[in-house]
C-alpha cells in the first residue's frame, strides 16, 4: 500500500531488511531536496492556517516539523514516540500488504525517503518524503487518531484472506488520506492527501463541485476512487472517536453484507441515505 522511490541513489544502494525498513541517511539529503522541503513546507503552512484540522496544526508545532529542512528521523521520531508511542521507518519501494499492516499494527509508519523534483510541487503521483512525513505524522501526534491507526493495522491483517481488501483500502483512502471532519468552525483538513496538496487543500473546501458526505463506514467501503484526480467524494467525520469506534466492532458481518450485496458507488454517486454537508 506504500511506497515508491524515484531514482533515488541512497536507497538503491541499500538492501532492506526483512521488514523492508532502510536507514534515512539524512545526512546525504542535498542543499536542494532540504530546499524543496523548505518551499513546500512555507506554502502550506500558510494555506492551512483556516483549512486544516487543529490537531494536524498541533501535532506540526508539537513535533518541531519547522521550515528548516527534511526532518531527521532520530529526533523526529524520539518526539513522536513520547507522544503516542509511534514512530517512522523509511521503506523504499511499494511494500506489501501484509507488511504495511503490520507496520501499522505495530504503531511503525512507513514512509519514502526521496522528495519530488521543483517540476513536481503541484502534483505527484507517488508519496514522498514531504507528503508521508509533513501529511501524515502530525496526525500521529493526536492520541485517539493514533489509536485509529493502529486499529486500521490489525483490521487489515485479519482482513487479509478475507478477499475485501479493497474495501478496507477505500476505508484508509477516504479518512486517512482524504478525511474531513466537522468542527464548531466548519469543515476542517485532516487527510495527508488533502493537507500536501495546494490545489486540493483550497478544492476540497471551496469547490462547489464535490459531495461532501457524513461519515458511513460501510458506504466508503463501497465506494470507489480515483488517484490522478481531486476526489468527487469526501467523507467528514464528527471526532476522531468516532473513526476509532468505528474500528472496534466486528467486520464479519459488514464483509459479508459487501460479499452477498455488491452494490458500490462511483467516485460521483449518489446513495440513498447519504447526508449531504454543504
Known amino acids: 500500500m506504500t511506497h515508491a522511490s524515484i531514482n533515488d541513489p541512497v536507497v538503491a544502494r541499500q538492501t532492506p531488511r526483512a521488514d523492508f525498513s532502510i536507514d534515512q541517511c539524512w545526512e546525504e539529503y542535498t542543499e536542494e531536496e532540504h530546499a524543496i522541503w523548505d518551499l513546500l513546507y512555507a506554502r502550506q503552512v500558510e494555506l492551512l492556517q483556516d483549512r486544516a484540522a487543529p490537531e494536524f496544526l498541533a501535532g506540526l508545532e508539537r513535533?518541531?516539523?519547522?521550515?528548516?529542512?527534511?526532518?531527521?528521523?532520530?529526533?523526529?521520531?524520539?518526539?513522536?514516540?513520547?507522544?503516542?508511542?509511534?514512530?517512522?521507518?523509511?521503506?523504499?519501494?511499494?511494500?506489501?500488504?501484509?507488511?504495511?499492516?503490520?507496520?501499522?499494527?505495530?504503531?511503525?509508519?512507513?514512509?519514502?525517503?526521496?522528495?519530488?523534483?521543483?517540476?513536481?510541487?503541484?502534483?505527484?503521483?507517488?508519496?514522498?518524503?514531504?507528503?508521508?512525513?509533513?501529511?501524515?505524522?502530525?496526525?500521529?501526534?493526536?492520541?485517539?487518531?493514533?489509536?485509529?491507526?493502529?486499529?486500521?493495522?490489525?483490521?487489515?491483517?485479519?482482513?487479509?484472506?478475507?478477499?475485501?481488501?479493497?474495501?478496507?483500502?477505500?476505508?484508509?483512502?477516504?479518512?486517512?488520506?482524504?478525511?474531513?471532519?466537522?468542527?464548531?468552525?466548519?469543515?476542517?483538513?485532516?487527510?495527508?492527501?488533502?493537507?500536501?496538496?495546494?490545489?486540493e487543500s483550497h478544492y476540497c473546501l471551496e469547490d462547489a463541485e464535490p459531495q461532501r458526505i457524513r461519515f458511513d463506514m460501510e458506504r466508503i467501503m463501497r465506494t470507489e476512487y480515483e488517484i490522478d484526480i481531486f476526489q468527487k467524494t469526501y467523507f467528514v467525520i464528527e471526532s476522531y472517536k468516532q473513526l476509532f469506534e468505528a474500528t472496534q466492532q466486528d467486520f464479519a458481518p459488514i464483509y459479508e453484507r459487501l460479499t452477498t450485496d455488491n452494490t458500490n458507488y462511483g467516485t460521483r454517486d449518489a446513495a440513498p441515505d447519504d447526508k449531504l454537508l454543504k
Not at 513522536?80 to 504495511?100: E, N, Q, R
Not at 466537522?182 to 495527508?192: F, Q
Open 63 to 199: 513535533l518541531s516539523l519547522s521550515q528548516s529542512g527534511i526532518p531527521n528521523l532520530e529526533t523526529l521520531n524520539d518526539a513522536l514516540s513520547a507522544l503516542t508511542g509511534w514512530k517512522i521507518v523509511m521503506v523504499p519501494h511499494l511494500v506489501p500488504d501484509d507488511v504495511f499492516f503490520t507496520h501499522l499494527a505495530n504503531r511503525r509508519f512507513p514512509a519514502g525517503r526521496f522528495i519530488r523534483g521543483r517540476h513536481q510541487l503541484d502534483y505527484l503521483q507517488e508519496p514522498d518524503v514531504f507528503h508521508d512525513i509533513f501529511g501524515h505524522v502530525p496526525m500521529l501526534a493526536n492520541p485517539v487518531f493514533a489509536d485509529y491507526m493502529q486499529a486500521y493495522g490489525q483490521g487489515g491483517l485479519r482482513a487479509l484472506n478475507l478477499g475485501t481488501l479493497h474495501n478496507l483500502a477505500r476505508l484508509y483512502w477516504y479518512t486517512v488520506e482524504f478525511g474531513l471532519i466537522e468542527t464548531p468552525n466548519g469543515l476542517r483538513i485532516y487527510g495527508a492527501g488533502i493537507v500536501s496538496s495546494a490545489g
